[in-house]
């Protein structure tokens, strides 16, 4: 999702200590071999607050902004965090011919981030679900002809790519799966190459190890991923439990425990390279779909209980 957490999205979803914290490292780097890397999804590049979560004794190493701007606080806060930026359809031209290719000033930003230590590129978020929802609502034949296109061509310059960001839940794979199989046919048989997949959760703590052995599983079912599936990187870019604290369910601990689940499965799975959480606003900002049990910082701009947490990763 972006700014808002699609109900659509949660009604299909169904304890390791923290880690010692370590000042930041450079951008790409893994702080201390300490498990995965730690990120944030940021919905509003310019909140102040950001700050604290990027500075000092912190675990956070990198972020995105579901577009190609980067933040200006985390980038003046700090230049060593790693940018993921990502492609959505607006940023595209030709979209209607069998060759689209990205627009100029796209691709100009893209050699300009690269010149300045973006290496990992995410692209279309949550194209299987619609846009008032916060999706990107794409037919997977589509999708396929824009990744040939447009994305596949960027790994020659150096871009690392992920695949098309699926929502969570069977419906999601099955979007995924006739987007690979239409990547498939346009690509000579040959499936459309990525480099990391980028997936999201939201729900409660019991259901996340599931679904990463599920999405795993997929794709050891596909032929150039498969054999063992570790080479295939996977980057979890947003986290939570909106629903916990409201509606009559749980608790604002609930996604503590989501944090702490977190660390614990993917830790514990090779194949899983980074996590982000979706929340980096203040309580009041919180509305009925992203829930402010999810939020990074109290109405004061001090950190929550959750901030401090995922900050020391």
């Known amino acids: 999702m972006h700014a808002l957490l699609s109900i659509i999205t949660l009604s299909l979803l169904s304890g390791l200590s923290p880690a010692a914290p370590t000042t930041i490292e450079p951008r790409?780097?893994?702080?201390?071999?300490?498990?995965?890397?730690?990120?944030?999804?940021?919905?509003?590049k310019y909140l102040q607050d950001l700050r604290d979560l990027v500075t000092g004794q912190t675990r956070v190493s990198w972020y995105y902004t579901w577009e190609l701007k980067e933040s200006p606080v985390i980038q003046a806060a700090n230049p060593k965090a790693e940018f993921l930026p990502q492609i959505g359809p607006h940023d595209l031209e030709q979209k209607d011919s069998?060759?689209?290719?990205?627009?100029?000033?796209?691709?100009?930003?893209?050699?300009?981030?690269?010149?300045?230590?973006?290496?990992?590129?995410?692209?279309f978020n949550e194209p299987n679900i619609q846009v008032a929802d916060g999706g990107t609502w794409m037919v997977p034949d589509v999708v396929a002809k824009y990744y040939k296109h447009a994305i596949m061509p960027l790994q020659k310059e150096g871009w690392q790519i992920s695949h098309p960001v699926v929502s969570a839940g069977q419906p999601g794979l099955d979007w995924l799966g006739q987007f690979l199989t239409?990547?498939?046919?346009?690509?000579?048989?040959?499936?459309?190459?990525?480099?990391?997949?980028?997936?999201?959760?939201?729900?409660?703590?019991?259901?996340?190890?599931?679904?990463?052995?599920?999405?795993h599983g997929f794709y050891q079912q596909q032929a150039s991923f498969g054999g063992g599936g570790d080479r295939l990187k996977f980057w979890f870019t947003e986290?939570?439990?909106?629903?916990?604290?409201?509606?009559?369910?749980?608790t604002?601990?609930?996604?503590?425990?989501?944090?702490?689940?977190?660390?614990?499965?993917?830790?514990?799975?090779?194949?899983?390279?980074?996590?982000?959480?979706?929340?980096?606003?203040?309580?009041?900002?919180?509305?009925?779909?992203?829930?402010?049990?999810?939020?990074?910082?109290?109405n004061s701009g001090k950190l929550t209980t959750l901030g401090n947490m995922l900050k020391s990763g």
């Open 28 to 44: 790409g780097t893994t702080p201390n071999n300490a498990g995965p890397k730690v990120g944030l999804a940021v919905s509003d």
């Open 98 to 123: 069998d060759k689209p290719v990205l627009a100029t000033d796209s691709a100009e930003k893209l050699r300009s981030l690269q010149k300045s230590g973006s290496k990992r590129l995410l692209c």
């Open 182 to 215: 239409a990547c498939k046919n346009l690509n000579g048989g040959a499936d459309c190459p990525a480099d990391f997949v980028s997936a999201h959760w939201y729900g409660p703590a019991a259901g996340l190890e599931d679904w990463t052995d599920k999405l």
């Open 239 to 250: 986290l939570g439990d909106p629903e916990a604290g409201q509606q009559g369910r749980g």
């Open 252 to 298: 604002d601990a609930d996604n503590q425990k989501l944090l702490e689940t977190a660390r614990t499965v993917f830790s514990s799975k090779p194949y899983v390279e980074a996590y982000a959480w979706f929340g980096a606003t203040r309580r009041s900002k919180a509305n009925v779909y992203t829930g402010p049990g999810v939020s990074l910082f109290e």
